[in-house]
């Protein structure tokens, strides 16, 4: 399979854009969870912060009772973000072996029909959103990498026809703004 650059230029259009973009109020953004029924299951695909907020307690309790009646979807990128998390703590800590343990039961409790890995397609758009975002934005280095992960998580979403559950509501709203075919949920941690 190749990778079609000058598509994915032209569906983006990088070199029409020379604005900082403003994420939007919350009324004006598509992260709306009145348009999903509360009895209704929903499928999510859940944002790394999701899972260091939920080990650590720090979701709200109705939110926590959501993700548990939802149709859980993972991605690849954001594991992988998580395991970058639990290899970069200090392994002689008195938590890092909780740490562990808590992160390798997980990884071991998702069925393969559940996880989304993104191909080499959506790579190459997100790499086209988080360049755009840091020419626009002026991100440093370690924003650029935080982006790329960020838009590879939405765009995997977007592909497989889901929102991301996410706390960062400012940076998926721009990503949306550049790729409005996402969706996204944001909620605000306890």
């Given at each position: 399979?190749?990778?079609?650059?000058?598509?994915?230029l032209r569906r983006r259009k990088p070199d029409?854009?020379?604005?900082?973009?403003?994420?939007?109020?919350q009324h004006e953004a598509a992260d709306d969870w009145t348009a999903f029924d509360e009895a209704a299951p929903l499928a999510l695909v859940l944002d790394t912060?999701?899972?260091?907020?939920?080990?650590?307690g720090r979701l709200p309790e109705d939110l926590q009772g959501r993700i548990e009646r939802a149709l859980l979807f993972h991605c690849a990128v954001a594991l992988a973000e998580l395991a970058v998390g639990?290899?970069?703590?200090?392994?002689v800590g008195p938590n890092w072996p909780a740490l562990r343990d808590h992160y390798a039961e997980l990884f071991g409790q998702i069925p393969d029909t559940r996880l989304l890995t993104p191909d080499a397609q959506t790579y190459a758009d997100a790499g086209i959103l988080a360049g755009t975002l840091a020419r626009l934005q002026g991100y440093q280095s370690h924003q650029r990498t935080a982006c790329l992960a960020d838009a590879l998580i939405f765009l995997t979403a977007a592909r497989a026809g889901l929102p991301v559950l996410t706390a960062n509501r400012d940076d998926f709203d721009l990503l949306q703004q550049l790729a409005p075919e996402g969706r996204?949920?944001?909620?605000?941690?306890?």
């Open positions: 399979m190749s990778v079609d650059l000058r598509g994915a029409k854009r020379s604005i900082r973009l403003v994420p939007r109020p912060g999701v899972y260091i907020h939920s080990a650590a639990v290899a970069a703590s200090d392994p996204f949920l944001a909620y605000e941690r306890d």
